[in-house]
């Protein structure tokens, strides 16, 4: 990507995600976590809404699990502890995230069930996943979403928090409770982006 291109990219998710946060009063916050990231902040998921993230996940034995974009390691150790799910894979750009994701995943004791790719998710193959959670922009998933329309299987699960993947139907969405009001939205493909969304 050129460098102008990619400051450009930038500047939108960083737009984005101060509007989303400036409505919380987080962005004082969200400026301390910006960090050197190319692409999208390390903003993690509540550990309050995993319930209802894993409720809309629904995962089963079997199942390979992506978080795209892992941080970490949250949501990929928490599925790995509470499913008998095949594996579950973090994909993270950053070093330091990825290596702390691994002493999270040793801590837990499901080192042996998570696979740690550090990468660009642009770039890594996901093609065996059954499942993909991304907390990411809208204009990252938008980004994404030839990939994944490439790359997944019919009946693949793809969960987003907060941001829609823009063209696509979701199955489902459902509001967590507590304060900090959430949206997770539930795709399936081979019918969300056959039928076209918002
Ligand atoms: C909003 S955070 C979500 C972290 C984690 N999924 C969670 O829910 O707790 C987005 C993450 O994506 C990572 N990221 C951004 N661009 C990436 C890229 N191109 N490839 C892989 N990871 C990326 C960031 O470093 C950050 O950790």
């Known amino acids: 990507m050129a460098g102008g ?22 962005l004082g916050w969200l400026a301390l976590t910006m960090g050197g990231n190319p692409l999208v902040p390390f903003v993690p998921t509540r550990r309050e809404n995993l319930d ?5 996940l629904d995962l089963k034995e079997g199942d390979v699990f992506y978080d795209l974009g892992c941080g970490d390691g949250r949501v990929v ?9 095949k594996r579950a894979v973090c994909v993270e750009t950053r070093g330091d995230l990825l290596e702390e994701a691994r002493r999270n995943a040793e801590k837990a004791g499901v080192q042996d069930k998570v696979v ?4 660009d998710f642009f770039k890594v193959p996901i093609s065996d996943a059954t499942a993909v959670y991304m907390y990411l922009l809208t204009s990252v ?3 994404l979403k030839p990939k994944l329309e490439k790359e997944l299987r019919p009946g693949t ?38 039928q076209g969304g918002e």
């Open 141 to 143: 998933n938008e980004a």
């Open 157 to 194: 699960r793809v969960v987003t928090l907060d941001f829609p993947i823009t063209g696509w139907k979701p199955v489902k969405v459902v509001e967590t409770t507590g304060v900090w009001q959430r949206k997770v939205y539930l795709y399936i493909v081979g019918v969300s982006d056959k």
């Open 116 to 119: 740690f790719v550090q990468g």
């Open 77 to 85: 150790i928490e599925a790995a502890k509470r499913y008998p799910i």
């Open 5 to 26: 291109e990619a400051r450009g990219r930038r500047k939108d998710y960083e737009d984005e995600y101060s509007r989303l946060w400036d409505t919380s009063g987080m």
């Open 52 to 56: 209802t993230i894993f409720e809309v």
